[in-house]
């Protein structure tokens, strides 16, 4: 395998070399070669079409937007579901993703100017933040696989940023933005110049970009002061946070809406159900009596600060031969913020005779463990009898759940600081006059910092928690050392600051990602080749190409510690991943036209393309495409594509160990919250426990906490996950008719597509392996649940998910996009009144769903929102714009409409009525510029003109990523309306 892969690689560069070389005797003017990108093919000849449907994104709508975010931009299309983004705050990256047709980031290829760019992360995912916007002259978005053209990851489609070229004199675009409310400030300023050589050969363009956004809490909007139950509503329309009883509060504290992770502390002993309570202020120990708010501290928008530079060149070293250069760099700082940390639920050996404990509570917790000593429901774990007297006493030591809010150490923050380039270089020309030669080396590089700060030491909390007193008596740590024994028993404050530089915990993780790419294609035709019946001759196109891809992440020695490293509440521990693989491909295409100028058929073209890869360790794979367009007349074009596309396992599924984690779920069917029907329910209770409980734990355990559980995942390197394979169809029309009176420019495009996931990388959902065991019995899903003391939320318990082939995903649905353009004067009115311009970009979704085996039932997405969807795919969203052109000015709005949706029916039953469904969504947004004069340009923009609120659904009906604050704020407006002004100078 190693001497062929050899082979492939000296036959790229070879042919390369020789191809440069013939051009120093090539006929042929000394006309310069300029760049022609066509998305969806290396076939760049004028006069052959596509089959394969493509939207693009022009000049004007990106500048419309004023803003420097890409992913904004995109987030617009019909066809996107949000990803990561600066909506997502507890769950973020600190990056930004695209999701197209709702199939995943990891999913759909991202170019920039039809050529890889290099991903952020082990996970394969490209974070758009990198995209000079600024230099942007269009985004294609071609749908379905492009696998054969493009290669791995081209599985919903690719996203391709089209940059200008040949740009000369000077331009400044700044834009700001700023909220109804005063907030959410967005700053950004790019800077670009650009020159001709002195011998008109060559040109040089140089980027520079700056941008600010500031963060908007929760906090900011009357919406996210206070969490609203999904399950109940509780909480819906309060306008204030309910106060909890007298003795029972602390900052944060509320009566209802919030984790159980509070203060004051709440506690129980291991093992023995909803037993103990809660502390109050004066140390007493009584009934559970509030609630810790979580939702003030949390960002709507987060923060973000970014700088960038790109660089573009290109020189004619001679006749028709052009090389060319490009340098992208960027740096972007994200800040995440959630709620304090604290100790979720995890047990501690506390010494009954901690000084810390009043009386009172010392006796009730006494009381309760004898009590349960008696009845055989003390576990034998949960319990250290030191002197031996067969009673539990004051000597001896009791193992307590602790839920404690730890404000004294501020808020839980991730700090994101990611620096990434990527450069190419190459030659492309033009041989024998018809065709066309590109060879190339592009690498680049992703590095990343991670600080996580604000969070507990869960080890130094154990030891401190293991207090008794000193001979001075005063609280002494049994371990000694540097060990502060800890106050938790009482109200907020009885941390001191000593106590929390001792439990407080800071993790940094680095990551490094590195790509590499050695490619060369020949594209033209021979005019001799070509069928009797048609004008144009067979276009031809091949290649071959080497990538390279590698990368690891270094936690410290904090995050590294298991089960859920030292820091309390950031959901489980990282472990070292260092892995990569290397692809040997060789590629071709043609198109054939079949028929020209006869009747029925203007043109008749057949596509045809294939891709022979060879993975190292996944092995090989051949994708490949065929499709046809035809012309029966002038201006009208059917065209229809079937193609086979492939995604490689990246680094994180083939290197990822064993870890915890932290996934989404809505019931523990074996918990205190299910209790009435486990009691009538025989084959229930008996399935729970067969999975650990014993009988008196049954309906008696704490269910999941605040939506999420935890989870066991990582790659079984016994199993190494296959590449996927999809088969993408696609058929449609377009309609570019040239007669229509009064009406310029008018095209109509509708086209269908089918994408079918066979063999999907991924893990089950939590909330499926507890349905798939408890309500349909199937016991390899039963084998996959841990419990630690019956329950799925004390530490060391879970769900096993781990990274695997799954059965099958797919999306399906119908795209139409449609515009034309209005002049006043040729209906007979004053030039005077200018020009109107129309464009709808519409989706209608006909599937999207998925499976992860044939034991178990399909999760439908489509038109839902829930813990395993995230965030909805609406079955119809279309954006439609209308401009009106007035000399020097523009005027112009943007009517974006997203249809109603529902909850997953799974959690329909549990789900607080008004929260089950979202009703259809319209928002308006005004855009207008004056072009000053030939240099200046001023643009304005307001969105979201009529102030439309969010739709309410409560903190848990979704995953955490996609909901919080109450809604859903990736897909729906939360910040108001939003005013912004720009500038543009450019000579």
Not at 267 to 285: N, P, W
């Amino acid at each position: 395998m190693k001497s062929m892969r050899e082979r492939l690689l000296a036959t790229s560069m070879i042919c390369g070399a020789a191809l440069l070389a013939t051009q120093a005797y090539a006929q042929g003017g000394s006309a310069t070669v300029s760049e022609v990108v066509v998305t969806g093919s290396r076939i760049q000849t004028p006069g052959i079409q596509s089959a394969s449907p493509i939207v693009t994104v022009g000049a004007d709508q990106i500048r419309q937007q004023q803003t420097p975010e890409a992913e904004k931009i995109l987030r617009l299309l019909p066809g996107v579901v949000p990803q990561d983004g600066d909506a997502v705050n507890n769950g973020t990256a600190g990056v930004t993703t695209l999701n197209l047709r709702g199939l995943g980031a990891q999913r759909n290829l991202v170019l920039l100017n039809g050529k890889r760019m290099t991903p952020y992360n082990i996970n394969g995912e490209v974070d758009l933040s990198r995209v000079p916007t600024a230099l942007l002259e269009r985004v294609d978005v071609i749908t379905g696989g492009a696998s054969a053209v493009y290669g791995s990851d081209a599985i919903s489609g690719a996203v391709n940023f089209i940059t200008k070229t040949d740009f000369e004199g000077f331009e400044a675009d700044s834009n700001y933005s700023l909220t109804g409310d005063g907030d959410g400030e967005v700053i950004s300023t790019a800077f670009t110049v650009g020159a001709n050589s002195s011998d008109g050969r060559g040109n040089a363009v140089v980027s520079l970009n700056y941008s600010k956004r500031e963060g908007v809490l929760f906090a900011a909007r009357p919406l996210g002061l206070l969490g609203i139950v999904t399950a109940t509503g509780g909480n819906l329309g309060a306008s204030t946070p309910p106060a909890p009883p007298a003795g029972c509060g602390g900052p944060g504290s509320v009566a209802s809406g919030g984790s159980t992770t509070t203060v004051p502390t709440r506690t129980q002993i291991t093992g023995v159900g909803t037993t103990a309570g809660q502390f109050r202020e004066d140390g007493s120990l009584g009934a559970n009596c509030s609630v810790f708010n979580f939702n003030p501290f949390n960002y709507y928008q987060t923060p973000q600060e970014r700088w960038g530079g790109s660089a573009f060149a290109t020189y004619d070293v001679m006749d028709n031969v052009e090389a060319y250069a490009n340098l992208l760099y960027s740096r972007t700082e994200v800040r995440q913020q959630i709620a304090p940390s604290g100790i979720f639920g995890n047990s501690f050996f506390v010494p009954v005779s901690n000084p810390f404990l009043s009386a009172s509570a010392r006796n009730t917790l006494l009381t309760q463990a004898n009590t349960a000593r008696l009845a055989g429901s003390l576990p034998a774990t949960s319990w250290r009898d030191l002197n031996a007297n067969g009673v539990v006493d004051s000597a001896d030591d009791l193992s307590l759940v602790i839920r404690r809010r730890t404000g004294e150490l501020g808020e839980r923050s991730s700090t994101y600081l990611n620096n990434a380039f990527q450069f190419n270089l190459g030659f492309r020309g033009e041989v024998f006059e018809s065709w066309d030669w590109d060879v190339f080396l592009q690498h680049g590089q992703s590095d990343r910092t991670n600080v996580a700060a604000g969070y507990t030491n869960v080890t130094n909390f154990g030891n401190a928690l293991n207090a008794v007193a000193g001979p001075d008596g005063k609280p002494v740590c049994r371990s000694g050392g540097s060990c502060v024994p800890v106050n938790v028993f009482g109200g907020y404050g009885t941390i001191t600051p000593e106590m929390a530089q001792y439990v407080g915990a800071i993790g940094i993780e680095k990551q490094n990602y590195r790509q590499t790419i050695v490619g060369g294609s020949i594209t033209g035709y021979a005019d001799a080749i070509k069928l009797p019946t048609a004008a144009l001759p067979v276009q031809w196109s091949f290649g071959a190409e080497y990538r390279e891809e590698a990368g690891e992440t270094v936690p410290d020695e904090c995050l590294k510690l298991a089960p859920a490293s030292c820091l309390g509440g950031a959901g489980g521990n990282t472990l070292p991943i260092k892995g990569g693989f290397d692809v040997y491909e060789i590629f071709g295409e043609t198109i054939i036209p079949v028929f020209s100028d006869l009747p029925f058929a203007k043109s008749l073209e057949v596509e045809l393309g294939g891709r022979f890869s060879d993975y190292n360790p996944s092995g090989s794979n051949t994708t490949w495409k065929a499709g046809v367009t035809w012309e029966p007349v002038e201006g009208l074009r059917l065209r229809a594509m079937q193609q086979r596309a492939v995604r490689a396992p990246n680094v994180g599924e083939l290197a990822a160990p064993l870890v915890s984690g932290l996934r989404n779920a809505v019931l523990d069917p074996c918990s205190v919250t299910n209790a009435g029907v486990l009691a009538g329910n025989a084959t229930l209770r008996a399935r729970c426990i067969s999975t650990g409980m014993t009988a008196a734990q049954v309906g008696t355990v704490q269910d999941i906490v605040s939506g999420q559980i935890s989870t066991f995942e990582g790659t079984n390197l016994a199993l190494l996950p296959k590449p996927e394979e999809a088969d993408t169809t696609t058929v449609g029309f377009i309609w570019t008719p040239d007669y229509i009176p009064v009406v310029s420019r008018p095209f109509l495009s509708v086209d269908y597509y089918r994408i079918r996931v066979e063999g999907w990388i991924g893990r089950y959902e939590a909330q499926e392996v507890l349905d798939a065991c408890y309500n349909s019995g199937v016991l390899g899903q039963c084998a996959k649940v841990i419990r630690i003391n019956g329950d799925l939320a004390s530490p060391a318990s879970g769900i096993q998910l781990f990274t695997q082939n799954l059965d099958y995903r797919e999306a399906e649905g119908v795209e139409l996009n449609t515009g034309f353009g209005l002049d006043f004067a040729d209906l007979g009115a004053s030039e005077s009144l200018g020009r109107l311009r129309f464009e709808l970009a519409l989706n209608y979704y006909m599937t999207n769903e998925r499976r992860s085996d044939t034991t178990l039932a399909k999760i439908d997405c489509m038109g839902y929102y829930g813990t395993s969807c995230g965030n909805p795919t609406h079955e119809i969203r279309f954006v439609q714009r209308t401009n009106w052109d007035l000399g020097d000015f523009s005027l112009g709005y943007q009517w974006r409409y997203q249809d109603e949706v529902s909850i997953e029916e799974t959690q329909k039953a549990a789900t607080f009525p008004k929260f089950r469904k979202i009703e259809a969504y319209h928002y308006l947004d005004l855009n207008g510029s004056w072009a000053v004069n030939d240099a200046v340009r001023l643009s304005a923009s307001v969105r979201n003109v009529f102030e439309e609120e969010p739709p309410i659904v409560g903190n848990e009906a979704a995953t955490t990523s996609a909901n919080s604050g109450n809604t859903l704020p990736s897909n729906y407006d939360t910040l108001g309306r939003v005013f912004a002004v720009g500038l543009n100078v450019r000579f």
